[in-house]
C-alpha cells in the first residue's frame, strides 16, 4: 500500500504469497531490523520481509525448533513473544511446552538465536514473576536486614510455587 501525504490510497498491489495462513498461520508481533521484519509462525518458522525495495522481499524460511523440541511440545508463547538486539542481530525468543494452539500461553524459557546463523544460541530460564514480586517486597521490610534472608526467600519460593510463566 502506497499512501499519499493525505493519507489517501495512491497504489495499492498484492504480493506474491509467503505464508500459509491456515495450515501455520504467523503472529502478527513481528520485529524489525533495519528494512527486514522477522515473523514467527504458530508451529514456530521464522519468515523474514524486506521492505527496503520497490517491491516486497521474502528470505528463506528456517525453523526455530529441532525435532527434539517439537517431541517435548516447545513452542513461541506469551502476548509479545518476540524480541530483537539489532546491534547484535540477536532474535529472543519466549517459549512454553504446550500442545498446539498454545502459541498465547506464557513463556517459561527465552531462546536466544543468532539471524546470521539461523540457530540456537542460549537457552535461559524465565525466573517466576510471583517470586521475583515477593522477593523485591520482602527487600522492604525485616528480610533485609537479615542479609541473605531475601535470597534465601527468593531460592525457597522458587523451589516451591509453580511458575505461570510471562
Known amino acids: 500500500v502506497d499512501l499519499d501525504e493525505k493519507g489517501g490510497l495512491r497504489k495499492a498491489e498484492r504480493?506474491?504469497?509467503?505464508?500459509?495462513?491456515?495450515?501455520?498461520p504467523l503472529t502478527e508481533k513481528a520485529v524489525r531490523r533495519d528494512n527486514q521484519w522477522v515473523f514467527?509462525?504458530?508451529?514456530?518458522?521464522v519468515h523474514t520481509v524486506d521492505v527496503g525495495g520497490p517491491a516486497l522481499g521474502f528470505g528463506a524460511t528456517w525453523p526455530l525448533l529441532d525435532d527434539s523440541d517439537r517431541?517435548?511440545?516447545?513452542r513461541i508463547g506469551g502476548l509479545q513473544s518476540l524480541a530483537l538486539h539489532e546491534a547484535s542481530g540477536r532474535l529472543f525468543v519466549l517459549v512454553h511446552q504446550?500442545?498446539?494452539?498454545?502459541?498465547?500461553d506464557p513463556g517459561t524459557e527465552v531462546w536466544v538465536y543468532d539471524l546470521e546463523e539461523r540457530r540456537r544460541i542460549?537457552?535461559?530460564?524465565?525466573?517466576?514473576?510471583?517470586?521475583?514480586?515477593v522477593a523485591d517486597q520482602a527487600k522492604l521490610g525485616p528480610l533485609e536486614t537479615a542479609g541473605a534472608g531475601v535470597r534465601a526467600l527468593r531460592w525457597l519460593l522458587g523451589k516451591t510455587l509453580p511458575n505461570p510463566g510471562v
Not at 514467527?40 to 518458522?45: A, D, L, R
Not at 517431541?71 to 516447545?74: H, L, V, Y
Not at 542460549?122 to 514480586?133: I, Y
Open 71 to 74: 517431541a517435548a511440545q516447545w
Open 15 to 24: 504480493s506474491e504469497r509467503f505464508f500459509d495462513a491456515v495450515g501455520d
Open 40 to 45: 514467527t509462525s504458530y508451529e514456530g518458522i
Open 98 to 104: 504446550g500442545p498446539k494452539d498454545t502459541h498465547k
Open 122 to 133: 542460549a537457552k535461559l530460564p524465565v525466573p517466576n514473576p510471583t517470586v521475583s514480586f
